[in-house]
C-alpha cells in the first residue's frame, strides 16, 4: 500500500513552507533599535546604567579604594584596639541568659512576680549590652572616619556588603527555582504537556525567580547602604556622591548580570528553533522526493533495506 502525501505549501519563492524563517541580522537590528529606543525614553535608567559600568570598570583596573597611608593605618588600628571585644560578648552571654531565665518562667499568657523579677533582670542585662555596643559602634566610627569613606576600607565594606545581598539573591533563585521544577513538572505530568513546553515554561519562571531575587537583593542594599556611608562620618556631599556612585554600580552590575542571563536563554531558544526549522526543511524536502516519485516512502525504504519481509538469511 503506498500513502500519498499531500505536498507542503510553497511560498512565491518556490521553496516549501511550513518553516520558521529567523535571520540573526535582523535579531540583532531590532535589539539594537529597541535599546536605542529605551534609551531616549529613559535617559535618567540609561545615565544611571552608563555611569555606574563606568565606576565597575574603573574598580576593576584601578583596584578597590585608595590605600591607607602609614599614619592612617597606624591611627585606624589603635582606634580599633580601643574597643573591648571581651566585654561585648560578656554582656551578650549575660544578656541572652537572663532571656532564657525569663522564657522559661513565664506562662503563656500571663507573667507573674517571679516571671516579672526575671524580666527587670533581663531588661538590665539588655540595656549594659546595647550601651557597650553603642560605645564599640562609636569607637568603629571614629576609626572609619580616619581612613576615610573612598579608602579601601570603606569601599571594601561596601563591596563585600553587596556581595552578601547579591549571593543571597541568587540562593533565593536556585532554591525557588527548585521547588518550581519539581511542582512544575507534576503539573506538566497531570495535563500530559510534551517536553518542550515544560522546558520553556521552567526556563520562564528561572528568568523570574532571578529577576526578583537579584532586584530584592539589590533594593535591600541601597537601603542599608547609607547606614553605611553614616559610619565613615563623611560630610554631606561626599556621603551623596559615594552614594549615587555605589547605588548606580549595583544597578550597573545587577542589569549587565540580568541581561547577560536573559540572552544566554534567548540564545538557547534561538538554538531551538534553527533546529527545528531544519528538520522541518528535511522533512519537506522528503516528502516532495516522495510525491515525485524520486524516493520511496519510508516503511518501502525499510523493505527494501532488509529485503523485504524475508530474513536475512534466505
Known amino acids: 500500500m503506498t500513502m500519498?502525501?499531500?505536498?507542503?505549501?510553497?511560498?512565491?519563492?518556490?521553496?516549501?513552507?511550513?518553516?520558521?524563517?529567523?535571520?540573526?541580522?535582523?535579531?540583532?537590528?531590532l535589539a539594537l533599535t529597541s535599546l536605542h529606543n529605551f534609551g531616549k525614553r529613559h535617559k535618567v535608567l540609561s545615565f544611571s546604567y552608563l555611569y555606574g559600568l563606568t565606576t565597575l570598570l574603573l574598580l576593576l583596573l584601578l583596584g578597590s579604594g585608595t590605600k591607607l597611608t602609614l599614619d592612617q593605618q597606624r591611627q585606624y588600628n589603635r582606634i580599633m584596639n580601643t574597643i573591648d571585644l571581651t566585654a561585648e560578648y560578656n554582656a551578650a552571654s549575660a544578656y541572652h541568659a537572663a532571656y532564657a531565665n525569663y522564657y522559661h518562667s513565664k506562662g503563656w499568657i500571663s507573667c507573674d512576680a517571679h516571671c516579672q523579677h526575671y524580666k527587670r533582670i533581663m531588661n538590665t542585662k539588655k540595656q549594659i549590652w546595647d550601651e557597650i555596643k553603642a560605645e564599640g559602634n562609636a569607637r568603629m566610627s571614629d576609626a572609619k572616619s580616619v581612613a576615610g569613606l573612598f579608602s579601601e576600607v570603606g569601599v571594601g565594606e561596601v563591596t563585600d556588603t553587596f556581595w552578601e545581598y547579591f549571593a543571597s539573591g541568587k540562593q533565593f533563585a536556585k532554591r525557588q527555582s527548585m521547588w518550581d521544577a519539581m511542582f512544575m513538572g507534576m503539573r506538566s505530568m497531570s495535563r500530559d504537556e510534551s517536553m518542550v513546553e515544560y522546558m520553556l515554561k521552567m526556563l520562564m519562571q528561572v528568568l523570574i525567580n532571578f529577576s526578583m531575587g537579584l532586584v530584592m537583593a539589590l533594593v535591600v542594599f541601597v537601603f542599608g547602604l547609607w547606614k553605611i556611608i553614616q559610619t565613615y562620618q563623611p560630610n554631606p556631599l561626599t556621603a551623596l556622591f559615594f552614594f549615587i556612585t555605589a547605588t548606580c554600580a549595583a544597578f550597573a552590575f545587577v542589569t549587565t548580570y540580568l541581561l547577560t542571563l536573559y540572552g544566554a536563554a534567548a540564545g538557547g531558544v534561538y538554538g531551538m528553533v534553527k533546529l527545528a526549522e531544519s528538520n522541518m526543511q528535511i522533512e519537506g524536502e522528503r516528502r516532495r522526493n516522495i510525491q515525485g516519485g524520486r524516493l520511496p516512502p519510508r516503511n518501502q525504504q525499510q523493505q527494501n533495506q532488509w529485503g523485504g519481509n524475508r530474513p536475512h538469511y534466505q
Open 4 to 29: 500519498n502525501y499531500p505536498p507542503p505549501p510553497r511560498n512565491a519563492n518556490g521553496n516549501g513552507g511550513g518553516t520558521i524563517t529567523i535571520n540573526a541580522n535582523n535579531l540583532g537590528s
